[in-house]
């Protein structure tokens, strides 16, 4: 029984660490398991260059996982920077693997949640420690810059990780274990049962990873569907296998030592257009499908999996309403960073800027459209500078379809904000653009009320900021949103940006101008979307994300009276 | 704001009723908040009388709800111990109702969860003073029995209606309302926000009743549903409307003391075959549904209703692995009551003991099949005695459905306990049966495979106690289950019982020999279905059962640093 012993061990070490991930996510104040500097003095001397040299070895080579049903190899990523990766990983035969997968589920069901979440906080903190590798994987399958895919890709989603884990451990463990059930009979001695509740998973879960953060939006799924019992596949994105490879390869090892099977999760890697995601989720063993990517597959998979409890994160139209600012300058220079953060290739980039024809008040007088627009130009390239700066921030674009909305953004509207290519001073082969803004009427063409994922964002001119407001309902009403932000001076126009907000089920930031940006979102204090309209059906993370994914079975049985 | 004061009285008013509601879900032991004895002791000298006085009010009367669109009267209850009801109720204009609802719910919305709660512990309450003319209700529209009618449609469900609000609460505060984030900055001062966290509602819910247990059944997601901010609109069974338009009147009342708009609950009443429902669960205002009823109806909700979150509870095939007992007499009792108790049509009743050919051990020597069959018989003829004691267990026949499946139970297989046709002294029009008992061999006709609702019995032959729990995964994996319980005196052969339950993701009875019943589950204590086999998407009332039904919303401004 070394496992056992291992286990316990981990249930010991981590203890202190779960409280404090449970009183944070009562709390929802500030708070981070794991640092985001990627300094020496957090991380360690050479750490960087370790995690560098660590990733290098993986590059044109066979990632070796010992899976059931392994029966060849694939992998075909090319980083947005240039070069290919070369790494080729399991292809799975699916009846074996998932045979294998549920075959490992009872003794984990049988661990109990405590040593579940012991075991994947283990896991966590393991990952902490390979961040540096894992953001080398992030940065050359993503192409988010190197500190973004280092915080975003490695400690953020780490806490993220960390979060659902707590949220699990939570919901699973406000039935008792056991009760004592004593039934008062009047004069007659009370009827005694005693009962026994147990948390059982509802079999193997799905993970699909998305292109752009295989980590930061697969972690909630993979942790919360795996640390309340059930079984985990994962199914990465092709092109942003590595990072996940990583990952899984890494929980394999921790489930080992405390004496699980490591099939309890998997890796099923695919050559492009495979479709092995549907294939996958639509199988009778696969209980829960949790999702990050496209409108229509996510719709697909809602209608298809039916066997699944499905979560899915989809495209949706984010819009900021901008009606009046005491800080000009601040409110642009946030609005620039937010639409550069990785050329916008995130789905929490505002999308929509709307804004009344006539202009905005500002502390430096009326500002009308045009001025805004040119300023809010300035300050993109204030942001961006020169080159060797702008990459940092930019990243690169991630596949052809995003480059292909750029280039027809002038086709929408009238450009007031242009694109520029950016040469990267390192990696001359990566394709790097800064953000178009396209000018267009509330009541002209429609193409800013459908999502146009990538470096191109709309300023949405309308008749007064009530029409604003009537828009982002609209819009936010058919298409969903991620996020949602409110500029106004006026205690009024915040209070109908909130109504809205809550009327639409989106989040809302407020007068954004210091160095919070509106597609930011801070494990253990925001939460990453709603669930409450059509972008997602599951907000990331709370407790309704988490309390499907088990069900408790009770026994009973009758004591003697005393 | 009288009704805002109101609102606040009734939150003081329930103060502690819910602090005990929420002690009782976490520790699962005895609770019960509504007495179930009818006794005068308990509700008053002449709260009997006083009951049946209003129920026989309503009859042959409108039953005004002053419901919004409403267009015409609708109604056509027969008492299943003979005469026509004769109420009439409101029917609605689809378009006018749901406009109507929608509309009530921005102000219950921004109420917040306690008030909420305690509106609606204040309507349980005022159903409970209203318990007698409700199981007068009940018995006359399911054909239970007075007694059964009272504690299974009066207190029991306001237990379970209570348990649904303390969950539903629960979770609707786990998260706080307002949360201050304040992110350290080195040696600049630290990023501070204020967070708000608002807790919206999904929109309408649907209540779709049963006709047998018409509360008991539908009290549960009506008020998880009502407590998460929604509105709800009821649609009761064709067969079984009156207890449940009673409760919405009493809702509606409460819900107007309190200062809200009365149509956050409403009665859509049809006449048989009107297939209201599918019209109703298909509209885009409706993202809640609760079912209660057939498979074929439950699975095309799930499969139709696909703009809601759709939780049903269908049939299953409950099953009794009978190995061994120490007190034989007892165990045969305790089987003989869970057959006959309301005619087995209870979604809860056993409906197929599996047993080894070669017969079973008890404290009296081996018993062989043809024994236990007989003995079986003569402990539901002890049990049933006289008439006018018979049915004051058995109840009367709901439907012409479930007598013509009892009327072909000889086609089935050797009957081995016949059923008998038994005289209501007080309603010779009711038509009142004893179980009848069929036997079968596993491997033969698989007519005890598939649920055969209503007072008729499987003794499944096997070729061994493990044949006997092969043929229960199978079962109840195939086809699902409410139920499950054991008889042995084997340790090891318990442990293999709990096993299969667990795997097969059902509840497990003991050896229960005494008073306390396979079918029957005690709110706070024991969960009713699990969601984690065919029989039922959903346990109620757990927390999944609830998370579900609201979102959280948050906005997010800065606040300077101090």
């Known amino acids: 029984m070394t496992g056992t012993g291992t286990a316990q061990q981990f249930v010991d070490r981590h203890r202190e660490t779960l409280e404090r991930a449970l009183s944070a996510i009562r709390e929802r104040g500030y708070w981070s398991a794991f640092p985001e500097s990627p300094s020496p003095r957090v991380y360690g001397e050479g750490a960087a260059e370790a995690g560098k040299a660590a990733y290098e070895a993986h590059l044109g080579r066979r990632f070796e996982l010992g899976q059931a049903g392994t029966v060849g ?43 579940r979440a012991a075991v994947c906080v283990e896991i966590v903190t393991r990952i902490n420690a390979r961040s540096f590798e894992i953001a080398n994987a992030v940065m050359h399958t993503s192409g988010q810059a190197f500190v973004m895919a280092f915080q975003a890709g490695g400690p953020h989603a780490q806490d993220r990780a960390l979060e659902a884990v707590a949220y ?9 274990a056991t009760a004592r059930w004593e039934k008062p009979q009047g004069k007659r001695p009370p009827q005694v049962m005693v009962k026994t509740f147990t948390v059982v998973p509802r079999g193997v879960g799905l993970v ?8 930061w939006n697969s972690y909630p799924g993979l942790f919360a569907s795996l640390v309340t019992g059930n079984a985990v596949v994962v199914k990465p994105h092709p092109r942003a296998v590595l990072p996940l490879a990583i990952t899984v390869a890494i929980a394999r090892d921790v489930l080992a030592e405390a004496g699980f099977a490591r099939d309890l999760i998997t890796l099923v890697a695919e050559e492009p257009g495979e479709r092995t995601a549907s294939g996958l989720a639509t199988r009778p063993e696969v209980r829960i499908v949790d999702f990050t990517g496209s409108t229509a597959y996510g719709d697909w998979l809602e209608d298809n999996a039916r066997q699944a409890q499905v979560y899915t994160e989809k495209a949706g139209v984010n819009a900021v309403v901008i009606d009046s600012t005491d800080d000009y300058a601040g409110m642009l220079a946030n609005l620039a960073f937010s639409l550069s953060l990785y050329s916008g290739q995130m789905c929490t980039t505002p999308q929509d800027l709307l804004m009344p024809r006539d202009g905005i008040g500002t502390e430096l007088g009326r500002k009308s459209v045009d001025e805004v627009a040119a300023d809010l130009g300035a300050a993109v390239d204030k942001l961006l500078g020169a080159d060797a700066q702008a990459v940092e921030v930019l990243g690169a674009i991630v596949s052809d379809d995003v480059l292909a909305r750029l280039d027809g953004a002038d086709s929408l509207g009238e450009v007031v904000v242009p694109s520029r290519a950016v040469t990267h001073p390192a990696h001359p082969d990566a394709r ?36 604003s407001l009537d828009v982002f309902r609209r819009i936010v009403g058919a298409r969903g949103a991620l996020t949602a932000s409110v500029y106004s001076t006026d205690d009024k126009v915040v209070a109908a940006a909130r109504e809205a907000a809550l009327d639409s089920g989106v989040a809302l930031s407020e007068n954004l101008t210091a160095g919070v940006y509106v597609n930011q979102s801070a494990a253990f204090s925001d939460f990453h979307a709603t669930g409450a309209n059509p972008a997602a059906n599951a907000c990331l993370t709370d407790a309704a994300y988490v309390a499907g994914r088990f069900r408790v079975v009770q026994s009973r049985r009758h004591l003697p009276a005393e």
């Open 208 to 215: 699909v990873g998305c292109s752009t953060f295989p980590t």
């Open 432 to 467: 790097v653009r800064t953000p178009a803004v396209v000018r267009v009427s509330a009541d002209g063409s429609d193409a800013y009320a459908t999502e146009c994922f990538g470096p191109v964002a709309f300023l949405v001119t309308t008749d007064s900021t009530g029409h």
């Open 73 to 115: 190899w694939v992998g075909s990523e090319r980083s947005p920077y240039g070069p290919e990766l070369g790494v080729r990983y399991p292809k799975a035969d699916l009846d074996a693997l998932l045979a294998s997968a549920q075959a490992a589920i009872p003794a984990w069901r049988d661990a109990g949640p405590e040593v």
């Open 168 to 176: 699990a451990l939570a919901e699973q463990t406000r039935v008792p």
